[in-house]
């Protein structure tokens, strides 16, 4: 059931799935379901429609055309039943009913009497016979008031004596319409109005149901819509009806190819080709019949081979086989199989599309769940993926490429969880290389790889892994360019890499696509703040520390950098360097002196300018004041000391070359 070599194992045709086709009619049927009854009988017709068991399923039909007040198309059905079993009592039952509905009484108790005489004893026949008496007593009264005779044996003996005089006239006035329902319904067919003439074809069916030639006019319609069921049904009928009619031949084969059952239009041929004059009759058939053969072999050939060239031109010969054959499920499925395999960015979404027309008729076909399934699979929706693969498997325990599918899903979503479970507990490096593993199982899958390489690169981030978690996100943008979190986390880690500019544009897209989220407005203040306060002096850079950093790492750096640059660490430099150094030490001093004050440290956060939050008012009585470096540096040295620096109240002397004593 497989393809070789290919991790999209396809659907091969399945079996024949309408054995219980009747006992769905029957359950549409108790539903008050009708319309779909009949199409499931119809269904059911088309598979054997010569035997006694179609007999009783077009009894069923007949019911449920009377139920819709189809009464013609009701006595058709039963007509053609009792033809094929002239004993099927109910056959007789279902005609007498559709006859007395189109009043036609005296036809009605012919069927009684011929069911009766099968069945003396049934009721149900003898108050539809005694329902036609009435009918036909009363039209004989009308007038004088007087019915009585009408339950007489001799009046009705009387009256089935005229009843096959006046069953023979009537039967050639419904010839006569008949034939006038199919002039009109060969005009509408030219006309290419082909609904209309199926139409006019049914009516002319049910005056005279035993004609094979309206039914295989109707075959033509039908096909014409691709209704190739219906169609093959009434082409079956026709050579029932008419052994040596070649077109209805014709009609059937066609049918059958439109179905994709190119086997059994092969054997319809061959069956045909007996007749007198097939040759030339069904030469276009013959050929027709094998240029579709050629183009399955060539597809399935394709498919079976790994590549995408070799995909492409599977889809594009399925795609000619769909058009020849539009109402074959199983060439859908290899058609869908192969545009998932030619497609598979862009294949997944059409064939969820497409098979939701299929699904309509199909629910039950293993063969196109499972490659809906792939659909979901290929979208990423994984849940609905294995639903269907499982469900595929319930109906056919021994589906193959279902089976591989729903072991694929199981291994990926078992590893993808194995990575959020570490990602959860803070192992960020093992989860890492769980999402790696999890790509690695499909390289094909890209819908799910955006989540994965989404997850990775929020796992890169928690590792301050800032370049390879933008990476990551280019992967999933790459593969969707609209997928918000993959757009959020990289403005993130460019924010981190002080990209400020870049991580604006990328949070700025993102607020394009969700004008109202307002963490997205947030963060782009937020960076914009930061771009403001990256064109000012970096106080947190003076200090050798980052913006996270905390009090303690603070005056850590401050003291670490105000050792570096004291003036009299450089007492014997140039006096360019002197005064270089000099500057440093005082920008190093004004920077311990905002980052270490709670409120100056938000408020240069939050971007204020140096100069505002020295000269503007709020934040201690200290603002606006000059503050001498070697105060704060003393101040910063009182501590606690570092490396055995002594109290930063000591004074300088010359032996410390101005150091504070024990510094």
Known sequence: RGVAGSSWPHCLPARDMTDDLKDQGNAAFKAGEFAKAI???????????????????????????????RHEEALADATAAVQIDNEFV???????????????????????????????????????????????????????????????????????????????????????????????????????????????????????????LYCCNRAAALLMLSKAEPALADAQRAISLDPQLIKAHSR??????????????????????MLPGADSALLSESQELNALDNLMRNAKKALEQDGDMAAREAAMLFGQLAEKCPCSVNIACLQMEAVLRSKPRDGPPKVMSETNRWMRDHKDHPDLLCVRGKAFYGTGQLDQALKHFTEALRLDPDHGASRRMRQVIKEIEATKERGNEAFKAGRHQEAIARYTETIALDLNNLDLHITLYTNRATAKFKLSDYPGCITDCNEALRINSRHIKALLRRAAAKLEMEHYKEAIADYEEAQQMEPEDRNIAQSLRRAKIELKKSLRKDLY?????????????????????????????????????????????????????????????????????????NGGGGGGPQHGMHIDPMEIFRMAGGMGGMGGMGGGSRRRTASSGGFPPGF
């Open 90 to 212: 109910k056959g007789y039952y279902r005609q007498g009913t559709a006859l007395l509905a189109l009043q036609r009484p005296a036809e009605a108790i012919k069927a009684a009497n011929i069911a009766l005489r099968l069945q003396p004893k049934n009721g149900q026949m003898a108050k539809l016979k005694q329902e036609a008496l009435d009918l036909i007593g009363a039209a004989d009264g009308a007038g004088d008031g007087d019915d009585e005779d009408v339950h007489e044996p001799a009046a009705t003996s009387s009256r089935m004596e005229i009843a096959p005089e006046l069953t023979h006239g009537d039967q050639a006035e419904k010839r006569h319409r008949a034939a006038a329902h199919k002039e009109a319904g060969n005009a509408e067919y030219k006309r290419g109005r082909y609904a209309s003439a199926v139409e006019e074809y049914g009516s002319a069916i049910a005056l005279d149901p035993a004609n094979a």
């Open 541 to 613: 850079k003076l200090l050798g520390v980052t913006k996270h950093a905390s009090d303690a790492e603070i005056k850590k750096g401050y003291r670490k950098s105000a050792l570096q640059w004291h003036p009299d660490r450089h007492s014997a430099s140039t006096e360019e360097e002197k005064q270089a150094a000099e500057k440093k030490f005082k920008e190093i001093g004004e920077a311990f002196d905002i980052l270490s004050d709670p409120k100056k440290k938000e408020a240069y956060d939050n971007g204020q300018d140096i100069d505002e939050i």
């Open 39 to 69: 199409d499931l009988y119809t269904k059911k017709i088309s598979e054997s429609p010569h035997d006694n068991a179609c007999a009783q399923v077009l009894g069923n039909r007949s019911s449920a055309y009377s139920q819709l007040g």
């Open 252 to 273: 059937a084969i066609k049918s059958l190819c439109q179905l994709g059952r190119l086997s059994d239009a092969r054997r319809q041929l061959e069956a045909a080709s």
